[in-house]
């Protein structure tokens, strides 16, 4: 009777350890699938231990894409997933006890896809190159040679904004107005939100005699985007240019409201005060431009002067 109490107790206790053994340890799961959203059969999956000893389980993905491995140390792993055809794919995530781990999918492009997205990628990285050397001859006051550079981008690629206005200002530096106002137009078709754009549109009008048709886009551009301090200040400028000092202080006023570092604005302001007969404002607005330590020498040599002469 003894013997069977015994091994009925060593037989419970066997029970009783199963339970817990199993809770040791995780469970991970998850899904492979094509850029298609349709799975991928018979991938293999590699999972490695990151926790400081070496521990590998591997298995593959069932009809419908799906994987699981159960019986995991819990912790950090590496996923590697692979199938001939596809690009590998990799993740990480930790294993924890309890419900089973959700590995995030993992979207595997072909191996033709992966090709095409890196010629992609060298074409696109060609492109930049080519451009940066076309901003290199345009800023050492090659010209024409710019102009051929950008030309060149445009026919692999004709939708690039930037193009467009880079080699607009080459026109517009030619007093080719016509042609910088192409350039612009396509410019701003590609980037309707363009400020910089929108201001040498403007600009090329105003060159050509046409200050009207200037004054109009500058307003739809500032009225198009109140909180950009750059829109507001380029309007500024233009409104003192049509002597409209009164309108220019007010533009000079949203540009410092949108951006309260913007320099050249309260240089601006400080300027447009002055003919106002508002002097203490306006040495206000350039003390707080020099402190605000701006990069244009002779701006700061001609407020340094002011200032002299105001305080008198």
């Known amino acids: 009777m003894k013997r069977i109490l015994a091994a009925s107790l060593l037989l419970a206790g066997f029970v009783l350890a199963a339970p817990q053994a199993q809770a040791q340890t995780g469970t991970a799961r998850g899904k492979v699938m094509d850029t298609q959203n349709q799975p ?57 006890l309890g419900d089973p781990t959700q590995v995030p999918d993992f979207v595997l492009n072909t191996m033709a896809q992966a090709q095409a997205a890196a010629q992609s990628g060298d074409a696109a990285a060609a492109l930049r190159a080519e451009f940066q050397k ?28 930037a193009v467009h206005q880079n080699i607009g200002q080459l026109y517009l530096a030619k007093k080719d107005y016509p042609a910088a106002e192409a350039a612009f137009m ?52 233009f409104l003192l240019n049509a002597n409209k000092n009164e309108e220019a202080i007010g533009a000079f006023e949203a540009a410092i409201k949108a951006d309260p570092n913007m320099a050249e604005a309260y240089y601006r ?44």
Not at 138 to 144: E, L, P
């Open 40 to 96: 991928i059969a018979d991938a293999k999956v590699l999972m490695e231990f990151q926790g400081g000893i070496t521990r590998k389980f591997e298995v593959k993905t069932n009809k419908k894409g799906e994987f699981m491995q159960v019986g995991m140390q819990p912790g950090p792993y590496k996923f590697t997933v692979s199938k001939e055809g596809f690009q590998t794919g990799t993740a990480d995530a930790r294993v924890s």
């Open 134 to 161: 076309a901003v290199e001859l345009q800023s050492a006051g090659k010209i024409d040679e710019a102009e051929a550079a950008y030309k060149a981008i445009l026919v692999k690629q004709p939708d690039i904004a």
């Open 186 to 237: 396509k410019g701003l078709e590609i980037d309707p939100a363009s400020t910089d754009m929108s201001t040498l549109l403007a600009r090329t009008y105003q060159e050509s005699g046409q200050p009207e048709k200037a004054m109009a886009l500058i307003e739809k551009s500032a009225g198009a985007n109140p909180t950009d301090a750059r829109a507001q200040f380029n309007r500024g400028i």
């Open 269 to 312: 302001l400080g300027a447009a005060l002055i003919s106002q007969g508002k002097l203490p404002d306006a040495i206000q607005n350039l003390e707080k431009y020099l402190s605000l330590n701006p990069t244009d020498a002779q701006n700061v040599a001609t407020a340094q002067g002011l200032i002299k002469a105001l305080k008198k």
